[in-house]
């Protein structure tokens, strides 16, 4: 058998060239948001604070709202805990404080508005959204599992995540008192 046979070993990279481009791109995206440029980026300009050619970054995503769009997605649904103390409405509060600690910071609070602008005109489902009614669907199946009476997971979308996001569009400050309000009146609603 001859030892001069090549080497055919499939060598694979770590995370590869499409995870480095995209985490180029999105931490480039994320530099123009923050730097208030999200109303008037370009490809171009993506491309080349990422360091990748523009027609990587067209053929990949193919417009800037459309990266807009997923980078704020990426941003605004990293996985977080879910909280369960047991009762639904310290759930409620635990989980409503980090999202609320979350969306008021300033990176965060510039990735929704350059999400909102993105989706602009489109009337389909938002990944944001679908992700905290997961989250909720969760705190809500164990309450009514221990036997809870629950507000509907429409409800809590509707009463605690909206005013929350709607506050931190509109820069308004975001405190524990008014997250707990929220909460308060969602859970009065399981009672009616």
Known sequence: MSTDAPDRTVRTRPGGRTARVRSAVYRAVGELVDGGRGATMTI????????VNPTTVYRR????????GEVAVFVLTREEHI???????????????????????????????????????VVELCPCWEFRRRQVEVMVGRAR??????????QVLDHVVAPLYGKSVFGLAIDRAFGASLVDDVMRMAAA
Request: net charge negative; no cysteine.
């Open 44 to 51: 171009p300009q993506i491309a080349e604070q990422a360091g």
């Open 61 to 68: 995503w193919g417009t800037v709202d459309a990266l807009l």
């Open 83 to 121: 909280p369960d103390r047991g009762r639904l409405h310290d759930d409620l509060l635990e989980w409503g404080d980090a999202m609320a600690i979350d969306i008021d910071k300033p990176d965060r609070r510039a990735h929704l508005r350059a999400m909102i602008s993105a989706r602009d005109g």
């Open 145 to 154: 599992d221990r036997g809870e009476g629950t507000p509907t997971v429409d």
